[in-house]
Every structure is written in C-alpha cells, then in structure tokens.
C-alpha cells in the first residue's frame, strides 16, 4: 500500500443555511486505502461527501486532493478530477436506460476517452447491469439500481469513490455482493471512502474508519483497534 | 387543415415545453423570441433579399446566441434567489423585446410574403395553403431532429439527466448552469425556426408573441410536460379544437374552444396527455 496521502481534509466547518453540519472535521485518506466513516444519522456524514464532492462549500478549512486544494473548486471540476460520489438512495436518472446512465457516469473529459474500456469493466463486475442496459433504470429493483449508481461512479474514471450509504434497505445477500465489488475495485487501485450506518459491518471491510457524532470527528483509527475501543463497543455494539 | 396548422403550434411551444421540463422556468418571452425570429426573416427578405427559410442560416445562430446569453448571465443567477425570480425576469425580457420591435418596426402588422406563401394545393374536397403543409413537415423535422439529439449526443444526456436529478447530475461531472444555457440556447433556435413559418402563415406585429405564448401554454398543458411526442399531439389536438370550433360556431368562438379543450384536460387528467 503507498503512503501516499490523496485525500487530506482539515478542520473544516460546512454550514446548510444557519444549520453547523461539520464542526473542525479533519481526516486523511491514503491512496489504495478503504476508509469508513460510521455516524448516526444526521451525524453530518453526507455533508462530510458533499464538502468533498464540492456540493457544499466548506466555510472554514481546506480540503486537498493529490495535493492540490480543491475547497473552492464546483462539482463538475472535482469529477473531472477523479473523485467519484455514488449518493445516498442511490440516485440513478430513473427515465434514462440502464446504458444511458453508465454513459453519463463518462461525462467528464478524462473520463470519456476511457469509456469503453470502464463500460467493459462495469459489466464484468455486475453482468445484470449488461442484461438489463437497454431497460429504463426505474425497473430495476434495489439492488441493481445500487449496482447501477456504484458502476455509473466508476465510468467517471475515479481515482477515489465515496459511497453514501450504499446497504441502506438492501437484502444481506445482495449487501455481501457489493461489498466483494469494492474489494475487487480496491485491488484495482481505486481508493474507497464510505459512509454507513452499519458499524460491525464497516469495521470487518475497512483499514481505518473515522467515528463522528453531531458534526464532529470523536475517534478514529484502524478497524482492528476500533473493534476493540471500549466506547464503540459500549456505543455502537450494546457490550 | 386543424392538424397541419397544429403542427406550427407545435414548432412554437417545444422550445416552451423544453425550458419547462429541463429548467423548470416559464419563459414567458418565448414568445417574443418567436416574433424575433420573424422580424429577422422580414429583414433577410426586405433588405437583402433572401428568401426567410434560407436566412434561417443565419437567424438559427443568432436566436441561439442570444438565449444562451439570457439562460447564462440573467436566468440562471436569477434562479439561485428563486424560481420566481426567472419569471419576473423573463417578464422583463418579453416586454424589452417587445418595444424594441415597435420602436425598429413600428405596430403594423407585417408578413413574410413570398411566391410560394400563397400557393395552395387541392386535397380530396379542400384546399389547403401550401405553407400548412410545410409548417407539418417542419414540426415533423424538428422534433426528430430534438429527439436523436437527446438520445445520442452527451449534451443531449446531459440535458436529460439535470432534468431528472439535479445533484446527481452535478456528481456525473455536469455543469448544469452551462446544460441550462445550451437548453434555453435551443429551445430559443427553435423559436429562430417557429417565427420564420409563423411569418409565412400569419400577418405579426410587436406584440404577438404574447399570444403565441399563451397558445404554447396551452400546447404544453395539453400534451404534458417535456414530452416531445405531448407538445406534438398538443399542438395538433389545439389546432383542430380551433379550426372546428371556428368551422361549426364561428371565427369568434375558435379560440374559445380551444381554451375549453385545455380546461377540460386539465381537470381530467392535470399532467396532460403524454405527462409524466
């Protein structure tokens, strides 16, 4: 694994309106890593993405990625950079096909002249996603439209993905599925950056994971130690 | 003879139906834009003598320009305050444009009158003029043309897509103030193209467009919004409800019925005929 750090966040507050969602949030990402960050609900976990993503503009701190402070830059410049979000309730384009979706995913301009070379690696990944491109994405069922948003994220040619919530209201089964997705994406170099809910889960498939409540960062560390850390297991496992 | 001028109704409210269903503005200058449209084609064809099809070449681009100009640097700073705020200043643009025509081309009425806008053609008991005709066959190109680009170009899916989910769309990398420009940029060609046939089938003046506008209204309120297939079947079902009303009880009461028809399908059925 490199040492190198790609994603460095630091002490950053993001407002929505009047409302503090982030409170000096500082975390460092490194490159080939998988990061969780486990929070309650309204924990400011999404926020966290959608500061990364450039959706909501940091009102202090700075955010910089491969070495470069990306705080002020929009979204569409952050894309085209190589970071990829795949949103929470997954979000396809419900009347655009299946292919259609994975095509906007290209949009970017690093991202379209590799198009068929990640269309052909989304498929080899979720080979339903190849059955069902010509059907409007609002009939797939839960799962696949996971499966659809996670590979829309990955036509963008990301070099890091944030996923919100990607098990939300998913059978076990289908939850396992994706989550041997992201290791297969992981051994190919991307790095991962997600967000859940569910903490016993994200301890078992993280290296590291971040602990926040109420908009600021309470723990942090490795998943092993974090297993073991007495007020997770008091908070978070009822030990 | 309802059905062809339908499709000149329809040509005149898909630039409306587009801007509705992508930025969710009523461009209340669509209008206007459309009347633009004519005047440019009674300048090519006044002044330098080309035909106001042909000057299209030249009234296409600029009608696009100046709507991405509008979309860009009004509209879309305007949309940050509020929805409310694009129909306030679209408001503003229809009556600026509208005392420009007066003051450039005084109120009386002008036409685009040309060799072939009176011809007609005899079909089974009726005559129909010619331009009916080629304002059908126009409607027919343009929507096709609207609809591969849509389905076949990234900007066409870019379109779709901000149209669907605006912060999913802005995560795939899409700019969506400059989809929302290029959006109002077309929707603003197409009004270049519905002024030109609209010349050619209508005497206009400086303030037609505002009853242009409310006919496309009422197109699109028919046919559902951003439905391409729902602004056609609009426009054509507006312009037979008014060429039959007129046809059994009289020219006073054509747009009546027309109105009423709109009525209705509000009532039953308020997403229109193709809405979603």
């Known amino acids: 694994m490199s040492e190198e750090t790609l994603l460095k966040v630091s002490h950053i507050d993001a407002f929505h309106g009047s409302f503090q969602a982030l409170w000096d949030v500082s975390l460092a990402v490194k490159a080939g890593e998988i990061v969780a960050i486990i929070g309650a609900n309204g924990s400011g976990k999404s926020t966290l993405l959608d500061t990364i993503s450039g959706l909501v503009h940091p009102a202090k701190g700075s955010i910089e990625f491969g070495g470069r402070d990306i705080s002020a830059l929009e979204s569409f410049q952050i894309v085209n950079l190589g970071i990829a979000q795949v949103p929470e309730g997954r979000r396809v384009f419900p009347d655009l096909t299946v292919l259609e979706n994975l095509i906007i995913g290209s949009y970017n301009r690093q991202a379209r002249s590799v198009r068929g070379q990640n269309l052909g690696r989304v498929y080899q990944l979720f080979p339903v996603l190849e059955q069902r491109k010509t059907q409007l994405a609002k009939t797939l069922s839960g799962g696949e439209q996971q499966m659809l948003a996670l590979g829309r994220g990955l036509m963008s040619n990301p070099k890091i993905i944030l996923l919100d919530e990607m098990s939300l209201g998913l059978a076990p089964l289908v939850v396992n599925e994706l989550y041997r997705v992201l290791r297969e994406i992981r051994e190919r170099g991307i790095t991962i950056l997600f967000v859940e809910q569910n903490v016993r889960r994200s301890l078992i498939e993280a290296d590291r994971a971040y602990i926040m409540e109420a908009g600021r960062i309470v723990l942090s560390g490795s998943a092993a130690e974090l297993r073991e850390e007495e007020r997770v297991k008091k908070a978070y496992f009822g030990a | 003879m309802g059905i062809l001028l339908g499709g000149l109704y329809a040509v005149i409210a898909l630039g409306l139906s587009l801007v509705f269903g992508v930025v969710r503005e009523i461009n209340i200058a669509h209008g206007d834009l459309v009347i633009l449209g004519s005047y440019f084609g009674y300048v090519a064809m006044t002044a330098i003598g080309i035909d106001p099809i042909l000057s299209l070449i030249g009234g296409i681009p600029l009608l696009f320009g100046l709507g991405f100009i509008i979309q860009k640097y009004l509209l879309n700073r305007a949309f940050r305050i509020s929805l409310d705020a694009t129909l306030i200043i679209a408001f503003g643009i229809s009556i600026i ?180």
């Open chain 2, 97 to 276: 444009l509208q005392n420009t025509y007066q003051l450039i081309w005084t109120p009386f009425p002008q036409g685009l009158t040309t060799s072939y806008a009176l011809e007609s053609f005899t079909f089974g008991p009726v005559r129909f003029p010619l331009t009916y005709l080629l304002n059908f066959v126009v409607a027919l190109l343009v929507m096709f043309f609207l609809r591969e680009f849509l389905k076949r170009t990234y900007l066409g899916r870019a379109i779709r897509a901000a149209a669907q989910d605006r912060k999913a769309a802005h995560l795939m990398g899409i700019d969506t103030d400059q989809v929302y420009a290029y959006t109002f940029a077309i929707a603003a060609a197409f009004a270049a193209i519905a002024g030109i046939f609209l010349g050619l089938t209508f005497p206009f003046t400086p303030i037609s467009g505002m009853a242009y506008l409310i006919i496309a209204l009422g197109v699109v309120v028919l046919g559902g919004l951003g439905s391409i297939l729902g602004t056609f079947i609009g426009g054509i079902a507006f312009g037979l409800a008014q060429t039959l009303g007129g046809y059994f009880l009289g020219v006073a009461a054509q747009m009546l019925v027309a109105y009423i028809m709109v009525l209705v399908v509000l009532a039953v059925i308020p997403r229109g005929i193709f809405g979603r």
